[in-house]
């Protein structure tokens, strides 16, 4: 596909930040502000305690956040958000067992013209239950997840969920019994990233993204199994599944060719692996696939990363 | 079994060799560790190469000749080469080395 | 051009038809039926296609644009009617097609328990694209209620999918525990509750009566009296052959078609692959063998020699989060011995299955990371009695874990220098790779890393693979032995890099998978240690070739040559005489070289010592005719009698030989010196020639004439003799520092060039300091090592420890 042609989409998220403890406070390690430079500014000056704005609410809760409306709100950073057009923002926190090693920031403008989903789903009484997403324009969808729960093994959340493993999902908008998946479809949601977050307390939390051809979270999504069960005591990932605009299918049938395999310290996965923390790289083509921007989080489990996501926008 | 003192533990050098002339030929005392030795015959089954002036690695030595590779525990070729040196019981007291004179007497019990 | 007809287009013959295309695109004129309306696509990623995890469009193998570009007539949707193998034609719904070869294709189909209600619809198997259409669209139904008959690998998938599509599923399966063909019950225990966790209900032991509806499958019925309603029921009990084609075409078939080790049915230029096929009594239902068909088949059709043979199988489910591996046969039987390994709070058991020392069978579960190497185990016959203990722990336990092979290259700073040539620092090439410059070449081009001498190119690659991770792929160098996976140019560098100095420290701090080295690496790792810390490390006669550590050449009989050095050819009377009595004391044979001097030969390895004293008392020195080293500066005799002869050759070659002898190089080195261009001495196929002119001394180098022949390239034209000697030994102490141990120069230069020797030998600072280096060097290695060992003390090494003999005598 046309480089160029990628370029002129507008994309879901416009900025992504990651805040890490250092002491007992939270402090921006990297961030993507796009052309965001004043919101950067006033960024850059600033740091969260523990409950504090909502880096600190994700951190002092244990749990992801998504906080709609900032006016009024908690959030720090009201001012700067409101001139560069941002309404929205999702916490993610990264445990490891009960130590925060990071959290992931994403901020959202209110637009009519930008469609896609981040939502947090949660446990109650043996189902999972939408605990808040933002959708952009996706207004009927909104309704629709709002008034869906999931049971184990269904759907993006349940799968999920039952399998304690990030999943990626095709063609969101056919074929699944929920309402979701029409209203998905009349969305133009394609491509659906769901991962598990793990917090200190016995809960269970589901992140999804759901992308939109038109407005996309992400024109690449790639999922890295690093469990010592899969690749063994080697510290390294192999990549599980994957998909690319341009390069199409990013799986190997493993009757053909062993999977993508990295090394710690090797690439931008490897960096994650190396220094237990989520990555932004932007700006860095070369590094990238071509691509603007590199996110890649990763997802502990018993006191190692397990798993790590990555997407591309 | 008759222990034979042929010499002391340092008259080999480390991950060397040295030679004894037996009856049953010549019998190569090689050191593969600080304590370690093995004895074998010093004949390369492939061209005779003396395996006594071959490299000791590990628990084994070297051809000189053409790199056949034999492990001293078994006297077996490594590898895709086939072949058997014999080897001979020997071991170590307080730094001497000791040799089965049975095994290499053609007046063995045999 | 013959014509072939395949009838099927499944992943056997589709591999086949790549095979074909690939080795000779022209052989066949290829005409492909397939009663499905498209063509190939890789079957067996049907599962995560039905639960949305993959997408058709990706699991697509060959496309519209694949059979057209490669000229196959695909007639698709199109079923064969009947094979006249007489006429050789092939009948389709739409006419006939000739064929010199024939193909069988035709796959399996699903078996469908002949129960009551088994033709209702809604009971779909779960075979091809159709089939998970319909379970798709059963899915979309809310509330939907699907039964999957059959707990295999198949029908486990379809569960899982199903589930994850939304419906409530019930697994039947008729055995007591899942996959009981793939899976011991411990396995099986595990896989249910891992199905059971996703909402999947189980049910063993399930015995399918009958299966009824109005119109439609509405229930299924069990023997013990248990009622399923659902909206559709899936099959997957298994597969059986399709076979009807053949077996109406008079083609011999027993279960399935017959085939020999060609793939080659009874009847003359008809064949057959894939799942249709019977190969000594065996079917096959998994693809790994079908590809190995494939493969036989198209040489079979080429005309080349190909056997099938059976082999070991493997096995994985592929559920998103169930890990689970199997292979080999892990019956239980007298003789065999397990090995189990259990971790209930992590959910993971492993088995491992022995005979007489052989792996046999391995099943794991939740844990599959060393499932490959187990399989390999097995495929292989590995004896395993000295692994046992550790086996289960898998590879890393037996070998010792490998080391980080990039930790040291990440941790490097940005301003840390990678090309010592070009002055090129880390930083500078991870910005010419964020900008886009993503391989070797492109580094060179736009930062000039690696693009003199070369010796950083592992290096450069190794910051590529550390910046850009998977989208690199680190060319696999040639490692030194099986004892290292570092190639000889890395070994070499970190030596230098982490002060190595000792052969311990090489193997401890690279991470050697050996405990002492080898025969190949112990003389190249010896040689780069006293080349680069000649003061620091001790020379390892354990670790040199015989001849280097015996100082004479052994003979094909076991006897050694010696042979005294006669500097730049030069010797007297008083030599010749020792020499000729040395021969008759020793009984030894002799040879005049063609170095310019004199061999004896056959003297025994315990006389060595002795025939050297009374060399060494007529005032003759080794010769090192044994050595990766300095051999001769061969001469001609020069300005002093030759009519034509411009300066002093033999002069210069006695002051040669004499400032380089005993220095160790990587491999022999070799020189000569003419008087004039006519080139008596034959210096232009040396490693170093030097020709003598009127205006001085033209200095060549990089010459062969061995099994290469190679006329050497001029290095510099001096003036006086001093700089002749200092270019000579300049150069020879950076082939010492840089080449790759048993690389001549010419090898070594064609690596790096002659351009990049030139321009570090012409900066008069660099020059003088390898020269002072070389210096160092001779100060502790210019000893004659005859007079060592002629000693007492060494030359009793030379003798045997013992003679045991006398003692019997005695």
């Known amino acids: 596909m046309d480089t160029v042609l990628d370029a002129a989409v507008k994309t879901f998220i416009q900025v992504t930040e990651i805040w890490v403890p250092e002491g007992d406070r939270l402090v921006l390690a990297t961030g993507n502000y796009g052309e965001l430079s004043a919101f950067e500014e006033a960024t850059r000056a600033m740091s969260f305690g523990k409950g504090e704005g909502l880096p600190g609410k994700a951190w002092a809760e244990e749990r992801p956040v998504v906080l709609k409306g900032f006016d009024g709100s908690y959030f720090k950073r009201i001012e700067a958000a409101a001139e560069a057009g941002l309404t929205s923002a999702v916490a993610i926190p990264v445990f490891n067992d009960a130590k925060l090693k990071a959290v992931l920031v994403v901020l959202c403008g209110d637009d009519e013209n930008r469609t896609g989903a981040i939502e947090v789903w949660h446990e109650a009484d043996g189902f999972l239950m939408l605990d808040d997403g933002y959708y952009g324009a996706a207004r009927h969808f909104e309704w629709v997840s709002q008034h869906t729960h999931f049971p184990r093994g269904q759907g993006l959340p349940g799968g999920v969920w039952s399998a304690n493993t990030p999943m990626l999902f095709r063609d969101l908008g056919s074929g699944y019994r929920f309402i979701r998946a029409d209203s998905a479809g009349k969305a133009g949601l394609t491509t659906g990233l769901g991962l598990p977050i793990p917090v200190p307390q016995d809960k269970t939390f589901v992140l999804t993204l759901l992308s939109a051809r038109g407005t996309p979270i992400a024109r690449r999504f790639e999922i890295w199994d690093s469990r010592p069960v899969k690749v063994g005591r080697e510290v390294a990932a192999v990549r599980t599944d994957g998909i690319c605009e341009r390069e199409g299918p990013l799986w190997t049938d493993d009757n053909e060719e062993p999977p993508r395999r990295v090394h710690i310290n090797q690439g931008n996965i490897g960096k994650v692996l190396a220094t237990g923390l989520p990555l932004i790289v932007t700006g860095k083509p070369g590094l990238t696939e071509g691509y603007d921007t590199l996110v890649a989080l990763p997802i502990y489990d018993a006191g190692e990363i397990a798993h790590i996501v990555a997407w591309y926008v | 079994m008759s222990w034979i003192d042929i010499g002391h533990i340092d008259d080999v050098p480390l991950r060397g060799a040295r030679l004894v002339k037996t009856e049953v030929g010549c019998v190569a005392i090689f050191r593969t560790d600080e304590a370690e030795v093995f004895a074998a015959s010093n004949t390369c089954p492939h061209r005779q190469g003396p395996l006594s002036e071959g490299i000791v690695h590990g628990q084994k030595v070297t051809c000189p000749l053409h790199n056949w590779v034999f492990d001293l525990n078994t006297g077996e070729a490594q590898g895709a080469d086939e072949g058997r040196i014999t080897t001979y019981p020997v071991r170590l007291e307080d730094g001497r080395i000791l040799l089965d004179g049975e095994a290499v007497s053609t007046r063995s019990a045999a | ?810």
């Open chain 3, 1 to 810: 051009m013959q014509k072939l007809v395949v009838i099927g287009a499944g992943m056997a013959s589709g591999r086949l038809l790549e095979q074909l295309i690939d080795a000779d695109p022209g052989a066949f004129e290829i005409t492909l039926f397939n009663a499905e309306p498209r063509g190939n696509y890789n079957r067996i990623m049907l599962s995560p296609v039905l639960s949305g995890e993959k997408s058709f469009e990706e699991i697509v193998t060959h496309d519209d644009d694949w059979y057209a570009t490669n000229k196959v007539t695909c007639r698709f949707g199109e079923k064969v009617l009947s094979v006249d193998t007489a006429r050789k034609v092939v009948v389709g719904e739409k006419g006939e097609v000739a064929y010199d070869k024939l193909v069988f294709g035709t796959g399996s189909s699903a078996f469908i328990i002949p129960c009551p209600g088994h033709d209702l619809p809604g009971v779909v198997a779960f075979r091809d694209l159709e089939d998970t259409t319909a379970m798709t669209e059963a899915a979309a139904k809310p509330g939907a209620r699907a039964v999957v008959i059959g707990g295999g690998l198949l029908g486990l998938e379809a569960a899982a999918a199903l589930r994850l599509r939304g419906m409530e599923v019930t697994v039947l399966h008729i055995a007591s525990h899942l996959m009981e063909r793939q899976l011991d019950p411990a396995a099986g225990y595990l896989l249910k509750k891992d199905l059971e966790r996703r909402g999947i209900t189980v049910l063993l032991e399930a015995s399918t009566k009958e299966i009824v509806g109005n119109g439609k499958a509405e229930q299924v019925n069990l023997a013990d009296g248990t009622e399923l309603p659902c909206d559709i029921v899936c099959m997957a009990v298994g597969i059986r052959p399709a076979v009807k084609l053949a077996q109406n075409s008079g083609i011999a078939c027993g279960r399935a078609i017959k085939v020999d080790a060609q793939m080659r049915t009874e009847t003359p230029d008809v064949y057959a692959v894939g799942e249709c096929v019977e190969f000594e009594g065996n079917l096959f239902g998994l693809v790994a063998p079908l590809y190995d068909q494939a493969k036989v088949l198209a040489k079979t059709l080429l005309g080349q020699e190909e056997t099938f043979a059976m082999r070991e199988l493997s096995t994985k489910l592929k559920v998103t989060g169930c890990d689970l591996f199997s292979a080999g046969d892990f019956a239980d039987g007298p003789g065999r011995e397990d090995i189990v390994y259990r971790d209930p709070a992590r959910g993971i058991y492993k088995r491992l299955v022995i005979e007489e020392d052989k792996l046999v069978g391995a099943v794991m579960y939740g844990d599959t990371a060393d499932g490959n190497w187990f399989f390999g185990l097995i495929k292989d016959g590995t004896d395993i009695s000295e692994m046992r203990e550790t086996l289960i722990f898998g590879p890393s336990y037996q070998g010792g874990a490998s080391v980080d092979p990039l930790s040291a290259v990440a941790a490097l700073p940005p301003e840390a220098e990678i090309c010592g040539c070009n002055g090129v620092c880390k930083g500078d090439i991870v910005a010419a790779i964020e900008a886009g410059a993503t391989d070797l070449g492109a580094i060179k081009a736009t930062t000039k890393a690696s693009a003199s001498c070369g010796t950083c190119t592992g290096l450069v690659e190794q910051v590529l693979s550390v910046t850009l991770g998977d989208e690199f792929v680190l060319p696999t160098a040639q490692p030194v032995c099986g004892c290292t996976d570092l190639p000889h140019e890395d070994v070499r560098r970190l030596i230098k890099a982490q002060e190595l100095k000792s052969q311990e420290a090489v193997w401890q701090e690279l991470g050697w998978k050996s405990r002492n080295g080898c025969h190949v690496c112990r003389p190249a790792i010896n040689f780069y240690l006293l080349a680069d810390w000649p003061l620091d490390y001790t020379d390892d006669p354990q670790s040199r070739f015989v001849n280097e550590r015996n100082h004479a050449n052994i003979q094909k009989d076991g006897t050694y040559s010696v042979m005294p050095r006669m500097w730049g050819g030069m010797t007297s009377p008083q030599e010749l005489i020792a020499i000729a009595q040395a021969a008759e004391k020793y009984g030894a044979t002799v040879k005049v070289t063609g170095g310019q001097r004199i061999d004896l030969l056959g003297v025994k390895k315990e006389d060595l010592p002795a025939i050297w004293y009374d060399l060494n008392e007529a005032g003759m020195v080794s010769g090192h005719a044994y050595t990766k080293g300095l051999r001769t500066v061969k001469t001609c005799v020069g300005s002093d009698w030759c009519r034509f002869g411009t300066q002093d050759s033999t002069g210069l070659g006695i002051k040669l030989e004499k400032k380089l002898w005993g220095s160790w190089t990587p491999h022999k080195v070799k020189l000569a010196v003419s008087g004039c261009p006519r080139n008596c001495a034959e210096a232009t196929c040396k490693d170093v020639g030097i020709i003598c002119v009127d205006s001085g001394y033209q200095v060549s180098v990089a010459g062969a004439a061995g099994m290469d022949v190679k006329e050497t390239e001029r290095l510099v034209d001096v003036r006086t003799e001093e700089e002749a000697i200092e270019w000579t030994t300049a150069f020879i102490q950076l082939y010492r520092e840089h080449a790759k141990y048993l690389d001549r120069p010419y090898k070594w230069v064609a690596k790096v060039g002659l351009d990049w020797v030139k321009e570090v030998l012409a900066d008069d600072a660099e020059r003088q300091a390898l020269v002072e280096r070389f210096d160092i060097s001779q100060s502790v290695y210019q000893k004659d090592p005859w007079a060592e060992r002629a000693e007492p003390e060494a030359a009793r090494r030379f003798q045997p420890l013992a003679d045991l003999t006398l003692k019997a005598a005695e």
